[in-house]
């Protein structure tokens, strides 16, 4: 079996590259970062199986952040067989840096020029073949989104070759050569070619985990200096601008570039990121898909669940006494999985899928980072924010790509409050249904003040400022149905093989302890929570099944009241109030131990114990102005 691994620059396409060959097992995300550990697929390339993985988007290999750290240390662990290096052929200048670093590697490479289509668009049209002879190496045309040049790409990969390295000015090239073949003395070569960690040692860059340079201190040292002496530069802005150099002399080798008229697509966008209108139009746009999953989920709901509680009250007519209770309960699981949950996930996934393959969700980020700005965060802060309504789990998961520790702390905080697609079905199915769909979408309007409001806080009590983003915005592209509908069945899958039988089990064990008379003790405990809301009694249980799963905290509240028809026996403010701390109170399980795993134990609980407090302390002040309800 061969190892081949795609490396490129974020928003390259490589992730879909990775998904074209291995099948569906990636989701392609237009955000940097998403791909923070590696993903591995199987695929036959020219007859034999290969494994194919997915590095991390990296801009270099140059260990700056964690995602270029991770890609460079596989690269360099003697398990990769072939490199295909996924360029953006639109922005092939500067995508061209990444190959050049790679070409110092040593390793058999094939290079893919993705997004052909949309360099052609911007009137850039690149000669492969001339590519291909300057650098040594297969080069191949695609369009991967659409399965262009796929077919070329895997026959080019048995084909692949070692790449001639690149060829830098005189002074440097003999200040690399002397540290080369001094390193070569000092350390095996098939830790890391010598030139590589020549580079590495005369940007005065730390070496990779396990190599010692140190014998070549000194020698890196005087070169150091002679370089500032020569240049009046620091040596790793000289090789980075020599590198730049050649890339943009590589560029115009191979490509010719033509006038490119203002397309429809720069008119959009001149709308969509307006500094002014972008706004207006992101609400119109939220609101679309928040009535969209409304309308679609009530009529769901309204053709699932009845037959689906008719069902369950024959069982319990028909299995009298404890064991009839039990296996009740675990059947109102079951329905309400189908019944409650699925009529408004579903829907809910599929637009995010449908926002993430157009490329809106990036422009949602570029403009949310002046709000950012306001509560002492930047930049890549929005990745997390985002991602964290689709899941919390991979939002926090997302913060790593941060550098700052101050930056985490506070990033994971808040974006744990963000209305998952778990909570957005309590939002739904409750509040939407019973109350009024206005009033479910001003909680989200709610969540993003209260969040405000606490990041703004947090940077009084952790002062400081990240890094400015630096985001890449992708082309607009036409939605994929079976792009969408693999996103979602990937996405829902979670639900089905996690979440269900959670939520089956969990809603036996209910009835169970209600039937043994445990309910009324656990409901006394948690007075402190449901008396000062407002709340009936018998809602304690359901908030502590929440942190299982937070649909479960829905569909207990449907068990311990007796009844799925909540507007019988809860006001609308009641309902109000209750969606709201779920909303905010402590996060799932997984998303606990995801805190717990990235933010150490002592800060996962400060965490867990402030979403508690601001749970509390916004339930207090909704109940106080929803007295109308």
Wanted: a neutral charge; glycine letters at 10%.
């Amino acid at each position: 079996m061969i190892r081949i691994a795609l490396v490129g620059q974020p928003n390259s396409g490589k992730s879909t590259l990775f998904n074209a060959i291995a099948g569906y097992r990636a989701v392609a995300s237009n955000f940097p970062g998403t791909t923070v550990e590696l993903l591995r697929g199987r695929a036959l390339v020219g007859g034999r199986p290969a494994e194919v993985v997915d590095l991390p988007g990296t801009y270099s290999l140059r260990a700056g952040d964690p995602a270029e750290e991770v890609a460079r240390d596989f690269l360099l662990s003697g398990e990769v067989d072939v490199v295909v290096d996924v360029v953006d052929a639109s922005l092939l200048g500067r995508s061209l840096e990444l190959t050049l670093e790679l070409c110092e590697l040593g390793l058999p490479m094939v290079v893919c020029l993705n997004m052909m289509d949309e360099a052609r668009r911007k009137g850039i049209y690149i000669d492969p073949e001339r590519l291909e002879g300057i650098l040594g190496v297969p080069v191949v045309g695609t369009v991967a989104v659409r399965g262009v040049g796929l077919g070329d790409l895997l026959a080019a990969i048995p084909r692949a070759r070692v790449p001639t390295p690149p060829r830098y000015s005189a002074d440097v090239e003999r200040h690399l050569a002397a540290l080369a073949e001094r390193i070569a003395e000092a350390v095996p070569a098939e830790r890391a070619p010598a030139r590589y960690l020549a580079g590495l040692a005369l940007s005065g860059e730390p070496p990779p985990a396990g190599i010692d340079l140190s014998p070549v201190e000194a020698d890196a040292e005087r070169a150091r200096r002679e370089i500032r002496r020569d240049r009046g530069e620091d040596p790793a802005l000289v090789l980075a601008a020599e590198r730049h150099a050649l890339a943009l002399r590589l560029f115009e080798a191979v490509a010719r570039v033509a006038h490119a008229e203002r397309s429809l697509r720069d008119r959009i966008d001149s709308l969509l990121m307006h500094r002014v209108l972008g706004y207006p139009i992101l609400f119109l746009v939220l609101l679309g898909l928040f009535f969209g999953v409304f309308k679609i989920g009530g009529i769901l709901e309204g053709y699932l669940l009845p037959p689906l509680e008719d069902l369950t009250s024959w069982v319990e007519g028909a299995v009298p006494g404890p064991i009839g209770a039990v296996l009740s309960g675990a059947l109102q699981g079951l329905w309400a999985g189908i019944g409650i949950v699925l009529p408004y996930l579903l829907p809910f996934l599929f637009f995010l899928a449908l926002l993430e393959d157009v490329g809106y969700l990036p422009r949602i980020g570029f403009l949310l980072d002046g709000l950012m700005h306001r509560i002492g965060l930047h930049g890549k802060s929005v990745i997390p924010f985002l991602l964290g309504y689709g899941c919390s789990v991979p939002a926090v998961l997302a913060t790593r790509i941060l550098e700052d520790e101050r930056d985490r702390l506070v990033t994971a905080a808040l974006a744990v409050m963000i209305p998952c697609a778990a909570r957005t079905v309590v939002i739904f199915g409750l509040v939407g249904r019973y109350v009024g769909p206005w009033i479910a979408f001003s909680l989200y309007l709610l969540n993003i003040i209260v969040i405000a409001a606490a990041g703004t806080l947090l940077r009084r009590f952790l002062p400081g400022m990240g890094p400015g983003l630096i985001m890449e915005i992708p082309p607009y592209r036409p939605p994929s149905l079976r792009t969408m509908s693999l996103k979602v069945w990937l996405r829902l899958r979670g639900f089905i093989t996690v979440a269900w039988p959670t939520l089956i089990a969990a809603s036996a064990f209910f009835s169970l302890i209600e039937v043994l008379g445990w309910t009324g003790f656990l409901n006394t405990l948690l007075l402190p929570v449901t008396w000062p809301l407002g709340l009936p009694a018998a809602v304690g249980v359901p908030l502590v099944f929440g942190i299982l799963r937070k649909e479960l905290s829905l569909i207990m509240l449907g068990q311990a009241l007796g009844t799925v028809d909540f507007g019988a026996v809860l006001s609308g403010a009641a309902m109000v109030v209750f969606t709201v701390f779920v909303i905010f109170y402590v996060p799932c399980l997984a998303t606990v131990a995801a805190l717990w795993r990235e933010l150490g134990r002592r800060r996962t609980l400060l965490v867990v114990a402030g979403t508690v407090g601001v749970a509390m302390l916004v339930g207090l002040l909704v109940r106080l102005t929803t007295w109308a309800f």
